[in-house]
T-cell receptor, first 114, second 109 residues
Framework: ETGVTQTPRHLVMGMTNKKSLKCEQH?????MYWYKQSAKKPLELMFV???????ENNSVPSRFSPECPNSSHLFLHLHTLQPEDSALYLC?????????????FGPGTRLTVT | GQNIDQPTEMTATEGAIVQINCTYQ??????LFWYQQHAGEAPTFLSY??LDGLEEKGRFSSFLSRSKGYSYLLLKELQMKDSASYLC??????????WGAGTKLIIKP
């Protein structure tokens, strides 16, 4: 148990669907992250939140929309996705974003876009 | 640009020793992480080095040379459960993690 949970674990959606990924951390951390992991590629940082404020947005298409209602919860809203968006989406948290604290990862959501 | 290089795949024998190398180029440097990721699971923290030298933690050790932009993860007395991907990540001057693509380690009996 890493203290970071994600739901759903698996998601299949069509290109016209709207869905949301949920992440919750039980570690009292101040920073939360969304990553995309594709096979044989480095982790791609998508968004970083610190105390519910977005601090990083790495040129992510607008079809991905993050939401951080409080420091324990993070959502990724998905709409009109493309097949190339199929990947493992990982949520992580750490004590602070602007330091070298280790990140704790959730188990990920395996997303398939058909 | 910023870059991390590590081998794509390695194979080793149960009970043996394996060294996974990682070279990095970053804008500034604030340390280097190693994570382990079993198939279908979350990456989990193994080690963090910011000073030159070797840090030992049980069967796993991690080495850093800042002048060479080089690190390695050393796994001793390999067990079948060590079959996993090992991710190297360097911390740049903005405290962003620059990730490698991971090394898939296959352990054979």
């Amino acid at each position: 148990e890493t203290g970071v949970t994600q739901t759903p674990r698996h998601l299949v959606m069509g290109m016209t669907n709207k869905k949301s990924l949920k992440c919750e951390q039980h570690l009292g951390h101040n920073a939360m992250y969304w990553y995309k992991q594709s096979a044989k590629k480095p982790l791609e940082l998508m968004f970083v939140y610190s105390l519910e404020e977005r601090v990083e947005n790495n040129s992510v298409p607008s079809r991905f929309s993050p939401e951080c209602p409080n420091s324990s919860h993070l959502f990724l809203h998905l709409h009109t996705l493309q097949p190339e968006d199929s990947a493992l989406y990982l949520c992580a948290s750490s004590q602070a974003w602007d330091s070298s604290y280790e990140q704790y990862f959730g188990p990920g959501t395996r997303l398939t876009v058909t | 640009g910023q870059n991390i290089d590590q081998p794509t795949e390695m194979t080793a024998t149960e009970g043996a020793i394996v060294q996974i190398n990682c070279t990095y180029q970053t804008s500034g440097f604030n340390g280097l992480f190693w994570y382990q990721q079993h198939a279908g699971e979350a990456p989990t923290f193994l080690s963090y080095n910011v000073l030159d030298g070797l840090e030992e933690k049980g069967r796993f050790s991690s080495f850093l040379s800042r002048s060479k932009g080089y690190s390695y993860l050393l796994l001793k007395e390999l067990q079948m459960k060590d079959s996993a991907s090992y991710l190297c990540a360097a911390v740049d001057s903005n405290y962003q993690l620059i990730w490698g693509a991971g090394t898939k380690l296959i352990i054979k009996p």
